[in-house]
């Protein structure tokens, strides 16, 4: 089992759609969770922070869900500009940071 | 706002050849990390430091070495390189100590390296 799950899409959206993606860890003692975002052949780039209580910025929201070890975002009022790789990041001991693979996001006209 | 500089962004080696990655940040941070990043495979990390003249082992380090020698610079090096090799590298770094910290990795803009 891969520590770090995302189905890898790709999800296709009209603009103005919302769009939900989800993301599984295995490591029940991970404390620190990200949404990443990663542009073609660019790096990747911190979107928010998951937090417990579930943290919202703007058109993005996050939520974890400990006990099913479930972590997902939420994007409203698709934009264009949206259109990107979303990964799915958990923070493990010493800094170290557990990638998924990512699920690509194509947002059309 | 330089954060995290790469170079070079891009290299074409050939199989045996040795070459060196430079990672610089001007953040002042402590932990520095170097991943590599294959067509569907997550970011994998190759080895970190967490601070000047320390570095260990990440998750795919055999064919890597690294050195921390100033707290701004980490340099991956490949002795001699292999054609499964052939990624694209990045370069990160963070202030933050402990899995309870929620301080991100700025990352550099990475380094697209061949090997043929």
């Not at chain 1, 899409?9 to 620190?32: D, H, I, L």
């Not at chain 2, 290299?11 to 520095?32: F, I, P, W």
């Not at chain 2, 890597?64 to 770094?93: D, W």
Request: charged letters at 20%; hydrophobic letters at 30%; aromatic letters at 12%.
């Amino acid at each position: 089992r891969k520590e770090v799950e995302q189905d890898p899409g790709p999800f296709n959206v009209p603009e103005g759609a919302t769009v939900a993606f989800n993301c599984t860890y295995s490591n029940s003692a991970s404390q620190s969770f990200f949404w990443y975002r990663q542009d073609c052949r660019k790096e990747p780039k911190l979107l928010m922070s998951v937090y417990s209580s579930g943290n919202e910025d703007g058109r993005f929201t996050a939520q974890l869900n400990r006990a099913s070890q479930y972590i997902s975002l939420l994007i409203r009022d698709s934009k264009l500009s949206d259109s990107a790789t979303y990964l799915c990041v958990v923070k493990e001991d010493t800094d170290k940071l557990i990638f998924g693979t990512g699920t690509r996001l194509q947002v059309f006209p | 706002n330089a954060g995290v500089t790469q170079t070079p962004k891009f290299r074409v080696l050939k199989t045996g050849q040795s070459m060196t990655l430079l990672c610089a940040q001007d953040m002042n941070h402590e932990y520095m990390y170097w991943y590599r990043q294959d067509p569907g495979m997550g970011l994998r990390l190759i080895h970190y430091s967490v601070g000047e003249g320390t570095t260990a082992k990440g998750e795919v380090p055999d064919g890597y070495n690294v050195s921390r020698l100033k707290k701004q610079n980490f340099l991956l090096g490949l002795e001699s390189a292999a054609p499964s090799q052939t990624s694209v590298y990045f370069c990160a770094s963070s202030s933050a100590m402990g899995s309870y910290s929620n301080q991100p990795q700025h990352f550099g803009d990475g380094t697209r390296l061949s090997i043929l």
